[in-house]
């Protein structure tokens, strides 16, 4: 079941449709069934409480008003690996300053065109 906080994929008619962070589930007055405050994040961002079963915010299929609906938890990104430490034991690129490079005064940063 998700948490506070997941990002979701909400399919509209077998389609992804938008995607929605669940900002709270509190449980429902009916046994096994959970409000659950969504976040869309559409333009402009909008709130909406949905009244679900679990294994709707695990991937099963329901209706709404005879259209098919599916939550699925959006995968989340994998870490960047660091860059590798430079000989100088820096984690890194170098650091070039604009002015070096406005007046050429590092050779190695402007090549010659001749």
């Known amino acids: 079941m998700g948490v506070t ?3 979701v994929i ?6 992804p449709s938008v995607y929605a962070r669940i900002e709270s589930i509190e449980p429902d007055i ?3 069934w959970y409000q659950v405050k969504f976040l869309f994040l559409s333009f402009p961002p ?3 409480t949905w009244i679900l079963r679990k294994e709707y915010l695990e991937g ?3 209706t709404m008003k005879d259209i098919p609906i599916q939550i699925k938890p959006l995968d989340k990104p994998e870490q960047q690996k660091p860059y ?3 000989k100088s034991g820096r984690q890194g690129g170098e650091v070039i300053s ?3 490079i ?3 005064k590092d050779k190695k940063i402007i090549p010659d065109k001749t």
């Not at 909400?10 to 389609?15: A, E, G, L, P």
């Open 10 to 15: 909400i399919h509209i008619n077998n389609k």
């Open 5 to 7: 906080g997941d990002v």
């Open 102 to 104: 406005r007046t050429g």
């Open 30 to 32: 009916k046994p096994n």
């Open 60 to 62: 099963s299929s329901f």
């Open 46 to 48: 909008q709130e909406m």
């Open 98 to 100: 604009i002015n070096q």
């Open 84 to 86: 590798p430490r430079s």
